[in-house]
């Protein structure tokens, strides 16, 4: 069993569902649903995107109400009639879409409802005191008064974590808590899961990352459908191939994630040339070439450059030295300019660059093409951009419909209606930022293959991932930079999770 795993034993029952079933609009999307929580333990909640599994913990942590069953907490019914009000029982919830709060301090977020109080009056000395062990626990070296909008998204990712664990909970509900998080701090989650675990707390742990979950947890439950098909199962009896089955079935386990079809054709002219691009403090003199018909990755630790790279080649980020050329053009002056060149791009954080979450799917995939670059005719109808937008649906597979809101879908589907929007303005070079986060093993193998098939159709790809194993997947090659500087290329034989992990650690002190 690994060291990172709680040893097994005899734990009290803290969270029962029993019976749980919800429909919207006559569709069912629970249907006799059950889970059982222990304390000390962490329970893993799998199953593709659509399955379920948002829907039960809204109804776990008071956000949705069931339209049957029953939820008890230490034993009592627990109908929370609020988030808030399953907050104060002892129910935390965090969330895959993060609810930081851009423009208020650390403090301010970690404390929602008032900062602690000393002899009547508000403290920051005491916010500290309180908040600092945990922040500590989870390697957040920031300041109580900094700016929560100038984190990056795995720092605000872990934020929400510490926000949960000092309403000390009796249930910690974890929905996809590594999506945003590079290796180094996926693992230290996993130490505090083991700590927390030891507090007696419950945890429910909801991931696509299944190799995650049978390193962290205890048990497991898988959904299909809105029904368990695995129930609470130990994980020291099951393994990678029983969960896939679980979540899909028999008849679609052995294909469920294959690996993408390398490129059909040699790599066309450049589309995207950087020549010795510097960003103070972000980019130092990096070149690089990507050409049409080919998936260029680009790797390294968290603030290593890599993002800073797509940041300047869509025009949020200009350099200070070096050049940029574009196949259409010169360096891009802004983003609108970009997207006006060809240039596509797909943020990793789809609730805060991505989406329009109160508008229906069919106004999100069709808002940059017709919406901000007013291409097609001045007369366009609506049934026709509806249609337009059905038929990139379908393409990517987007379950739902185009005219529900956009915030009802599951996060997978929400992340293909990101890439349904891009491809309706249809670009020449594609930025993918963590394009497959949050997203299941099924649909992750469709997006890759769209990917592949973008680049065998003439377009230049460029991406990162905090997943390693997805760019040795996806990638022609892959682009290593450490310090904002380019230090390696992998491709062919070179390229594997090992190689790359050694190349993006080699060398890096602290």
Known sequence: MPADRV????????????????????????????????????HALVGENG????????ILSGVVHPDAGRVLLDGREAAFATSRQASEAGVALVSQELAI???????????????????????????????????????????????????????????????????????????????????????????????????????????????????FSQRVTVLRDGRVTLSGAEIADVDLTALVTAMLGESHAATAAPKASPGTGAPGAPAVVLESVTIPGRLDGVSLTARRREVVGLAGLQGAGHLAVLEVISGQARPTSGSVRLAAGKAPRSFRQAIGQGVAFVPSDRKRYGLMLDRPVWENITSVSWLGLHRG????????????????????????GVHRR??????????????????????????????????????????????????????????????????????????????GRTVDELSGERLTQQALSVSMNAGYAG
């Open 101 to 215: 709060f851009g423009d208020l301090s650390v403090a301010e977020n970690l404390f929602p409802h008032g900062l602690p109080r000393r002899g009547g009056l508000t403290s920051n000395a005491e916010a500290e005191r309180r908040a600092r062990p945990v922040l500590d626990e989870l390697g957040l070296r920031i300041r109580l008064d900094a700016r929560a909008g100038d984190l990056d998204l795995a720092d605000r990712q872990l934020l929400e974590i510490c926000r949960a664990l000092l309403t000390e909970p009796r249930v910690l509900i974890l929905d996809e808590p590594t999506s945003a998080l590079p290796k180094e701090a996926v693992d230290r989650l996993a130490a505090v899961l083991l700590r927390t675990g030891g507090r007696g707390i419950a945890i429910l742990y909801i991931s696509h990352y299944l190799e995650e979950v049978l390193r």
């Open 377 to 400: 005719s001045p007369m366009l109808h609506r049934r026709e951009l509806v249609d337009r937008a059905a038929r990139s649906a379908r393409g990517l597979r987007v379950n739902g």
């Open 7 to 42: 040893d097994r034993v005899d734990r009290q029952t803290v969270l029962t569902a029993t019976g749980v079933t919800k429909r919207y609009d006559g569709v069912r999307v629970l249907a006799d649903a059950a889970v059982t929580l222990r304390a000390g333990e962490v």
């Open 51 to 58: 399955a379920g599994k948002s829907t039960l913990v809204k």
């Open 406 to 483: 956009t915030g009802e879908l599951s996060g997978g589907n929400q992340q293909k209606v990101v890439f349904a929007k891009w491809l309706d303005t249809d670009p020449s070079i594609m930025l993918l930022d963590d394009p497959t986060r949050g997203v299941d093993v099924r649909a992750r193998a469709e997006m890759h293959a769209v990917i592949r098939a973008l680049a065998d159709e003439g377009r230049a790809v460029l991406i990162t991932s905090t997943d390693l194993s997805e760019l040795v997947d996806l990638c022609d090659r892959v682009l290593v930079l450490q310090r």
